[in-house]
Every structure is written in structure tokens, then in C-alpha cells.
DNA sequence: TTGTACGCGTTATCAT
DNA sequence: ATGATAACGCGTACAA
């Protein structure tokens, strides 16, 4: 029927509300086991819910966490958000998602929408604009830890450490034995992608090369196929980096428009080790990021954030998986 | 600083909370402009947030859907949880969305907590075992609506025509000529997949056809290529139809495994048209279910439900994307 | 046009 | 060991 309320189960029971707040918050210090089991047995009875808004308007806690990406469609950001709200869960909090659509407006309206329902904390896995710093204005008052993207370092979060993955990709190509190799980047603006470069480019320099050519592109298949696709007739590169794996399968079908066979003719490694990319053939050698394992973690810095106050910081190592689309550089090649 | 409540603009701006609360809620029929403007910028100067839970626990609203679903990692979903945000988001609902994983425990615990927390409303995307049924005592007292996977017919709820989708993919391998034709189905017990063969096989029964064969999967990759490596040897079919796209990419690797050439000599088609196939190749013809509308349709059914109190139910047409798998049987076939 | 006072369901303080 | 009762922040009859 109608919600019952601690009222009607005290009642019910004979007992004060006081009472029977008291057993549901196991507060069992002091109380006859009598008692005890009357409220539970009515409470059982009438199927009672406490209701946490009432609760949290006195805890003043919601056991809400908002969290914000960018879309939930790319398909970086899934496993991301399996992993903070395993662990929220854990925790006892529920995850409010929104998707920004990387839009500053979008942001920020969720962030006020998210404050009014009164989370007890915000993941920011979204970027407002080039800088998070226009965002700033917006998070006072409120617990947050940055998630994967973020321009400048911050206090609380957990991110990748992209240059060591590109340094990883650049390692693993060289060591194939390639020496003319092209780079698909994401865009510059985005800091994650100017450092899996950088560290890219690091590896070719410790072995006195660099890129044949270096293209921006914006994560997309289809920015990596026309790159692809012009480069691989003006030059002659063995092996392309992409700085996702999203650009990787446009290269792929630049390689495949191009009658090139991967990886006898033409080498690709990328990056991030999205769910799809065991479904490509060849299977592809990408750098991996373990997300969902960064997504717990930013739950959890959060949440002792919260609990706790301490602010915390996580650096994550990326791993290279070999898969079958690199190969040793094809012998009698026109070197 | 701290929150500022509704008492503390009313006193700075030398008013009753009840003003307040007026030029909150936009009553503002009957207020001098004159005091109206006064609040307003009291409460921007102290960029005042009104607190939901409070609010919540008078107007009996959080303003809060729940949203189950398996699993947000498996392609599928995504599309349809940002659908359901979107709407949710215009009517001024937040999405709290809650992985399953399709356990009846699970569920079962979320929509406890869900209630707790108070939603709006339910939009339930996952099953409780075989049977929706064993969920109802659980959602007593509260507005849901059923999407995509649901056993028997809900009262309230989207769903697609699988069945139909079954029949657009026989009919179009037919039409391309093809007779010798197997099918990969999705577990016995998921209706959605039962209704996809159950099209699939009509289709073909009014040509006088029947399937070679039809293997059961469980919309993985693996179980797909699996079935597929051995089917492959055994018969000699120039078509095969997937009950998901997953396991059309299993498909696509055993054609790989066996030498044959997709389309040339087997003809492949999916179901469901997740953003993934776009990246394979060749591309995959696929029945395509516009998830996003869908999801987009059932939170609008549920606010609808919320705020009038009427239920309705939706049923979507699928749609056949011809892309690159597809093609006239081979000709100079071994018929 | 504006203000007073009560109630929403719960926790917490202080009695008993 | 248990119970009144005052908050929590807000909406809303009802009054002024």
C-alpha cells in the first residue's frame, strides 16, 4: 500500500520511534533482545524502507556520487564507470551518471544539478573546455577527484601515465626492427594525447630516429583512415602508431584500401585496449590502460576523500599486449 | 563557506523563508518585483543551491530514475542508457544506473536501494533469472517500465520486434539467393533471442526453406566462432545469420580461420547494429534497433507514468543496414 | 502582497 | 533500556 514510515513500525511494535531508529542504525549497545526482535519482526512484516532523504537531510549525506563523462557511447568510458560504481557500491553509495558530450554548459549544469541533490562527491571524468580551471567556481563546497582527463595535475584523482605508454608503443615497434614509422595523434589540445607523442617520440629519439610524419587526428576512425590513407602512398612507413584504438581500425581500412596486409606489410599498435579490438582481425597490439581498475580507484580516493578527508593522487602504469598486428619488419623490404 | 539555506537568504534579504520559497518555485503570481528581485539577488550573491533532499521529503520527489541494466561494458547498453538520460535530463531527472550483471541478487538489491534513496521511477533493463515475475514483490510501491529484455509482455515498457528483425534477415538473405543458410542463435532461454530465430526461420519457411542448421551461442564472440569453425567444415552453407553482432565478428574469424572470403563466399548478417561493426571489415550488414530512441522512449513512458499516472507500452521496428558482408550467393556454388 | 506555523521521515540530544 | 523532542531544509495551508 502506502510507504510505511519509523512511525508506523514503532507503533505497530508498541515502542518509540527512537527505538526503532535505534535498531536500524545497529545501534545494539544497551537494548533487550526483546525488543529488539519485536521492531524487527513488524519492520519484516510491513516491508519497511527508511527513507534516505529523510535520513540524509540529518546525516547530511546522500550516499550519492555524480559522475561526469564525457559519453558514455565511446567505448573507453564503460568500463570506467563498471569500476567506480563496483566499488562506490561497495561503499554503500549509489552512482548518479551524466554525460557531458564534452560541452563546459553541459558540465557545469550537471555539476549544479549533481549539488543540489546533494552527492556527497563528484568524479570528473568530463574536461570543461581546455582547462579545468573554469570549472573551479562550480566545485566549491563539494568533494571531487579528477578521472583520466585533466589538463593540469590535480589535487585529488587518478590518471594514466601516457607518456610511458607511448614510450612503450615507440619501444615495442623499434624492437620489431622498424625504423620508418608514422604517428596518428589525437588532438593537441588534449594533454593525453601530446604526452602518448611525447613518449613515443622519446623512444624513436633514444634510437636516434623520429617519425617519418606525425598526423593530428581527433580519435576517430575515420580522421585516422584519411590520414592513413594519404600517407601510406605518399611514404613508406612499416609501422603506425595511433594514440587510440578507435584510429587504429581506421588504419586498418586504409591499410586493407591500399591492398596492404597487416602486419606482414604494415605494422599498427594502439592504444587504450577498448573491448572491440579482440574482435578486429588481426587482433590488435595495443597499449593497454587498465580502466576499470582506475575507475575503483578514483571511487575510492573518493570516497575516503569524503570519509576521511585526505586527498589522495594515483599515477597508473600502462602495460603493452602483443597481439598480431605488429610484426618483425618485413625482410627485403626497400630500405 | 558553508551551504546557505533557505533562512539565511530570506534574513539577508530581509524577508519570510515563505517569499523565498515563492520566488524559488516560481509562483509568481502576486509579488511586488520589487522584494522578487531583492531575493533573487540575495541568492546569487551567496549562489544559494536549494537542497533536493529537503525538498524531496515534502514534495515526495528525488527527481531520481534508476536505470538496470546487466552490464554497461556490453555494447549494446550504452546507446540506450545516454537515450534514457537525455529524456530523463529534459524532464529534469537525474539517472542513477546500476549494473547487474544479470544476477537476481543483484537486482534485487539495487532496486532495495533504489527505492531507499526514493527514485522517481525504474527503468529496468536487465531479468531476474528466467522470469520477471520473481522481481514484482520488489517493485511494489514504485513507477517502472521495462526495456528490451523482459520475458512476458509488461504492462508498462519498449521493447524491439525481434521477431521481425528475424524475418528482415532471412528475407534478405533470400532475396540475395541464397538457400543453404545456418543460423547462430543467443541462449534458449532469452525470449528476444527465441523471437529472433522464430522470424529468422519464417522467413525462410515461406520460400519452402529451411535453416542447415542452427546452433545455439550465447552472444559471444568465442561461442560464435566456435560454432562456426565447426559448422563451417561440416555443411556448406553461403550464408549465416547471428542473433547478435558479437557473434558475427566470431563468424567473421572462423570465415578467417577457414580461408573463405566474407562476402564473396559467405554472406554474414548481425543483429543489432552496435557502433563497433562500423570498424570491421568488410563493414557488417546488420538489423539494426535504434537503441537510443528506445531508451529515450522508455524514460519517457516512465515520466509519463510518474507524473500522470498512465501506462503505455512501445514497440519498435527494426531495420535492415546493407553494408559490405552481405552479397549474392557465390555464383558457380557447388549447388 | 507577505508571514506564521506545521509537517515531511529521520537522527541525535537529553531525559527518564 | 527506552522515550520525548528538537533539529535538518523546504513547501504550503492558512492567516494577516
New interface residues.
Given amino acids: 500500500?502506502?510507504?510505511w514510515t519509523i512511525k508506523d513500525i514503532a507503533k505497530k511494535a508498541g515502542v518509540s520511534i527512537t527505538t526503532v531508529s535505534r535498531v536500524l542504525n545497529r545501534k545494539e549497545e544497551g537494548m533487550s533482545e526483546e525488543t529488539r526482535q519485536k521492531v524487527l519482526r513488524v519492520m519484516e512484516e510491513l516491508?519497511y524502507?527508511?527513507?534516505?532523504?529523510?535520513r540524509?537531510?540529518v546525516t547530511k549525506q546522500?550516499?550519492?556520487i555524480g559522475l561526469i563523462v564525457p559519453?558514455?557511447?565511446n567505448?573507453f568510458?564503460?568500463?570506467l564507470?563498471?569500476g567506480a560504481?563496483?566499488e562506490a557500491?561497495a561503499h554503500g553509495y549509489?552512482?548518479?551518471?551524466?554525460?557531458s558530450d564534452a560541452s563546459a554548459e553541459k558540465e557545469e549544469h550537471y555539476i549544479?544539478?549533481?549539488?543540489?541533490?546533494?552527492v556527497d562527491g563528484l568524479i570528473l571524468s568530463s574536461r570543461s573546455g581546455l582547462s579545468s580551471t573554469s570549472l573551479l567556481p562550480f566545485l566549491?563546497?563539494v568533494h571531487y577527484v579528477h578521472l583520466d582527463r585533466m589538463e593540469e595535475e590535480a589535487v585529488s584523482g587518478v590518471r594514466l601515465d601516457n607518456e610511458a605508454g607511448g614510450y612503450l608503443a615507440g619501444k615495442h615497434l623499434l624492437e620489431l626492427g622498424h625504423t620508418k614509422i608514422g604517428c596518428i595523434s589525437g588532438p593537441n589540445e588534449i594533454r593525453n594525447s601530446r604526452d602518448r607523442v611525447a613518449g613515443f617520440t622519446r623512444a624513436l629519439a633514444e634510437a636516434n630516429l623520429e617519425p617519418v610524419w606525425i598526423q593530428e587526428g581527433d580519435f576517430s576512425?575515420d580522421s585516422a583512415y584519411q590520414h592513413a590513407m594519404a600517407k601510406l602512398e605518399e611514404t613508406d612507413v612499416t609501422a603506425i602508431f595511433t594514440c587510440n584504438d578507435?584510429m587504429a581500425?581506421g588504419v586498418?581500412?586504409a591499410a586493407?584500401g591500399r591492398g596492404m596486409a597487416i602486419p606482414k606489410e604494415l605494422s599498427v599498435i594502439g592504444f587504450d585496449d577498448v573491448?572491440?579490438v579482440?574482435?578486429?582481425?588481426p587482433k590488435l597490439t595495443t597499449i593497454r590502460q587498465d580502466t576499470y581498475a582506475m575507475g575503483r580507484k578514483a571511487a575510492a580516493l573518493l570516497v575516503q576523500q569524503i570519509e576521511e578527508g585526505t586527498t589522495d593522487f594515483a599515477i597508473f602504469e600502462p602495460t603493452l599486449v602483443v597481439r598480431e598486428s605488429t610484426a618483425y619488419v618485413p625482410t627485403g623490404g626497400n630500405d
Fill in positions: 500500500m502506502t510507504k516491508d524502507q527508511p527513507n534516505r532523504l529523510a540524509g537531510l546522500s550516499k550519492l559519453t558514455i557511447s567505448p568510458f564503460p568500463e564507470c563498471r560504481e563496483d557500491n549509489s552512482l548518479v551518471i551524466c554525460n549544479t544539478i549533481l549539488k543540489e541533490q546533494q566549491k563546497n576512425l578507435m581500425c586498418y581500412r586493407h573491448p572491440l579482440s574482435a578486429l582481425i
